[in-house]
């Protein structure tokens, strides 16, 4: 069974920056779509950054060039730096992964596995 841990999150000023981490385990295939969702109070679940196993990544608009979604060589850590924090990026921030077959990899649903969620407060 496949199982992602999310770490990372905590409260920042406006303007800072924190990493987030995602390691996962169970899954003993090779190639894989993961993504960054995140959730605010009252809004919808959206997607903000997804890599996939050739190292393609795309990014919610709102967030490029502040957010680089990585991953290491091994594909068991995924990471989100987010730097030039803003209030609006506070949310529950999820990491989810999806069979890849090739193809566009983006962090739009169906995912099939997901962390428990990891919280980031942005203060102004």
């Known amino acids: 069974q496949v199982q992602l841990v999310e770490s990372g999150g905590g409260s920042v000023q406006a303007g800072g920056s924190l990493r987030l981490s995602c390691t996962a385990s169970?899954?003993?295939?090779?190639?894989?779509?993961m993504a960054w969702f995140r959730q605010a109070p009252g809004k919808e679940r959206e997607g903000v950054a997804a890599?996939?196993?050739?190292?393609?990544?795309s990014y919610l608009d709102s967030v490029k060039g502040r957010f680089t979604i990585s991953q290491d060589n091994a594909k068991k850590n995924l990471y989100l730096q987010m730097n030039s924090l803003k209030p609006e990026d506070t949310a529950m921030y999820y990491c989810?992964?999806?069979?890849w077959g090739g193809g566009y990899c983006a962090a739009q649903p169906p995912f099939g596995w997901w962390g428990q969620g990891t919280q980031v407060t942005v203060s102004s």
């Open positions: 890599i996939d196993s050739d190292g393609g990544t």
């Open positions: 169970g899954y003993t295939g090779r190639s894989t779509c």
């Open positions: 989810a992964a999806r069979r």
